[in-house]
Structures are given as C-alpha cells and as structure tokens.
C-alpha cells in the first residue's frame, strides 16, 4: 500500500535476496536433473504455506480417522496445486513475454487491493468487530452454503 517502505523492504531484504541467487540462480533448469532442483527449490518455498493443510490431513491418514475426507483433501489440494503448475508449462515463453505488462499490471493493483484488504481485517480483529460481522455473514447467507462450509 505504501511504495516507500516496499521500498525500503526491499532494500533490507537485498542481500538475503542476493545470498538465494548465488546459491540457487545458477540452477540449470534443463533435463531431468535441473527440473528436480528446481522442484525442490518450489517445494521448499511451498512448505510453510502447505505444512497445515497436509500436516492435518497426513495425521488423520496416519490415525486412519475419516479417510474419505483425507481423500478429497489431498485431492483437491493436488488438484489445486498442479492446475497453475499446468496452465504456466502450457503456455509458451512468447505468449508470456507479450503478456508481461497486463500480468506486472494486475500484479500491482491485486497487490494494493490485498494490503487495503489486509488493514481492514487487522481493525476489524483489533476492534473486536470481527466477529460481529462474521455472524452478520453467516446470519446473510443461504443456509446450503453455512451447511457447506460448516460440515468439515
């Protein structure tokens, strides 16, 4: 939301940002060797953000506990993980170089949007309104879709 302290962000984050592409940029990402770098490298950036959802859903599979819902969990998160996976191997390096300055261009206000998004969710739980409108949510919408989102 505030150019300068990206900014400044950025500055401060230069040389871990440079350690990383010393150690790793050099990666040849040609043959079989090179893609399975470059997956690791994509694993280990995926991990804090997928570690609960497979944690959760490895120890109920661990402790045989709902192993329908294990299934589908680890389906559609496989599913959801491989979908973008696809569609980027898919398309061709032209195609994304002509499509380069919409995508930056969508990136920058997404980026803006989700950090005015972000503040407003920090009041709300700091002013304890979080909750309040939660219930006005859940009180607004269809009793099929509370069902849905309750029953897991």
Do not use: H, Y
Not at 19 to 36: I, K, P, S
Not at 128 to 138: F, I, T
């Amino acid at each position: 939301m505030v150019p300068q302290f990206q900014t400044q962000l950025a500055t401060a984050a230069g040389p871990i940002g440079n350690w990383t592409e010393q150690r790793f940029g050099g990666v040849d990402t040609g043959g079989l060797r090179g893609q399975f770098s470059l997956g690791l490298l994509l694993g280990a950036v995926w991990s804090p953000c997928v570690g609960p959802t497979l944690g959760a859903a490895s120890l109920m599979a661990a402790r045989g506990e709902n192993l329908g819902q294990v299934a589908v969990t680890m389906g559609a998160f496989g599913i959801g993980a491989a979908l973008p996976l696809l569609l980027l191997g898919m398309l061709s390096r032209e195609a994304l170089m002509r499509w380069r300055d919409r995508i930056l261009g969508a990136g920058k206000s997404a980026k803006m949007m989700l950090g005015v998004l972000l503040v407003i969710m920090g009041v709300l739980v700091v002013s304890g309104l979080d909750k309040r409108s939660e219930a006005a949510l859940v009180e607004a919408s269809p009793a099929w879709l509370t069902r849905l989102t309750t029953q897991f």
